[in-house]
């Protein structure tokens, strides 16, 4: 398993594929945190992974950033027959995707 944290308190956590790849976001995927989080997908997208599990239950907020970091690697991933898996949204999180039709983009479980 690896791990980003950063001095803001933003965690991405990387469990191993089973057999998925699973990315644990926790605390607030803004502009600040975007980068970071977007080089944590290329790295299971290089690895040759289809099919990535990002883990959200424990994130507290997403902006425009963190919105953009997903839809980018969801094309890159669909460009490879691959998905991008949203898990655990919260209602406050899901109805911002809601608001921005991007539920139809992203398999949500």
Same mark, same amino acid.
């Given at each position: 398993?690896?791990?980003?944290?950063?001095?803001?308190?933003?965690?991405?956590?990387?469990?191993?594929?089973?057999?998925?790849?699973?990315?644990?976001?926790?605390?607030?995927?803004?502009?600040?945190?975007?980068?970071?989080? +977007?080089?944590? =997908? /290329? @790295?299971?997208?290089?690895?040759?992974?289809? *099919?990535?599990?990002?883990?959200? %239950?424990?994130?507290? #907020?997403?902006?425009?950033?963190?919105?953009?970091?997903?839809?980018?690697? +969801?094309?890159? =991933? /669909? @460009?490879?027959?691959?998905?991008?898996?949203? *898990?655990?949204?919260?209602?406050? %999180?899901?109805?911002? #995707?809601?608001?921005?039709?991007?539920?139809?983009?992203?398999?949500?479980?």
């Amino acid at each position: 398993m690896t791990a980003h944290d950063t001095s803001r308190g933003f965690r991405v956590r990387r469990q191993p594929a089973d057999p998925a790849p699973v990315l644990a976001v926790a605390g607030e995927l803004d502009v600040y945190e975007a980068p970071g989080f +977007r080089n944590e =997908l /290329e @790295a299971i997208l290089d690895e040759g992974h289809r *099919r990535v599990v990002v883990d959200c %239950s424990a994130m507290t #907020f997403i902006d425009s950033a963190g919105l953009a970091a997903l839809v980018d690697m +969801r094309r890159r =991933l /669909e @460009a490879h027959d691959g998905v991008l898996v949203l *898990r655990g949204l919260s209602p406050r %999180s899901r109805r911002i #995707f809601e608001i921005t039709d991007l539920v139809r983009l992203f398999e949500l479980d």
